[in-house]
T-cell receptor, first 110, second 112 residues
Framework: DAMVIQNPRYQVTQFGKPVTLSCSQTLNHNVMYWYQQKSSQAPKLLFHYYDKDFNNEADTPDNFQSRRPNTSFCFLDIRSPGLGDAAMYLC?????????FGPGTRLTVL | KQEVTQIPAALSVPEGENLVLNCSFTDSAIYNLQWFRQDPGKGLTSLLLIQSSQREQTSGRLNASLDKSSGRSTLYIAASQPGDSATYLCAVDGEGAQKLVFGQGTRLTINP
């Protein structure tokens, strides 16, 4: 089945240790998104790619970076994770207006 | 800045009841509104998308309505089932850039 895949599903890192989260899609959608969702809160858009064009939200910390080497893959890099970065990270894709989400990666920072 | 509010934050009803979830948004200049379902610890599943020119959309037992001028949307669930238990989120695209602003969701529990 065509889908959005996120790896790993659970990630534990240490305070300040860089971490990379991965997202891949088989939908061939041109737009990919990264959201951060903290417990019992709304998903918050960090950035998105429209094809190769990168769009950063104004309030996304510099600590968060992203790469999209091709249509299928997108990565979220957290350069120096803090305790406040512990959250569920959701990847999504779209071609028209409907967004398709992956299962998420739950990040724990020790 | 667009803000999306969902009330109530949690709702518990007996199986078989019809129910309505509410969503309001502060800026009526939206391109579309979407309703999502999120199961615990999982990603989001799109349920319904309403374009700004539409008044409602239906899928099975779900019906979503949109009143742009008043900044409101409702999600109607008919004949609720325990499997409908989840958090329901609404989100608006206010810029036409396919960027969504989400509400915090309503956590729905259907009791057998």
């Amino acid at each position: 089945d065509a889908m959005v895949i996120q790896n790993p599903r659970y990630q534990v890192t240490q305070f300040g240790k860089p971490v990379t989260l991965s997202c891949s899609q088989t939908l061939n959608h041109n737009v990919m998104y990264w959201y951060q969702q903290k417990s019992s809160q709304a998903p918050k858009l960090l950035f998105h790619y429209y094809d190769k064009d990168f769009n950063n939200e104004a309030d996304t910390p510099d600590n968060f970076q992203s790469r999209r080497p091709n249509t299928s893959f997108c990565f979220l890099d957290i350069r120096s994770p803090g305790l406040g970065d512990a959250a569920m990270y959701l990847c999504a894709t779209s071609r028209d207006y409907t967004q398709y989400f992956g299962p998420g990666t739950r990040l724990t920072v020790l | 800045k667009q803000e999306v509010t969902q009330i109530p934050a949690a709702l518990s009803v007996p199986e078989g009841e019809n129910l309505v979830l509410n969503c309001s948004f502060t800026d009526s200049a939206i391109y579309n509104l979407q309703w999502f379902r999120q199961d615990p610890g999982k990603g989001l599943t799109s349920l319904l998308l309403i374009q700004s020119s539409q008044r409602e959309q239906t899928s099975g037992r779900l019906n979503a309505s949109l009143d742009k001028s008043s900044g409101r949307s409702t999600l109607y669930i008919a004949a609720s089932q325990p499997g409908d238990s989840a958090t329901y989120l609404c989100a608006v695209d206010g810029e036409g850039a396919q960027k969504l602003v989400f509400g915090q969701g309503t956590r729905l529990t259907i009791n057998p």
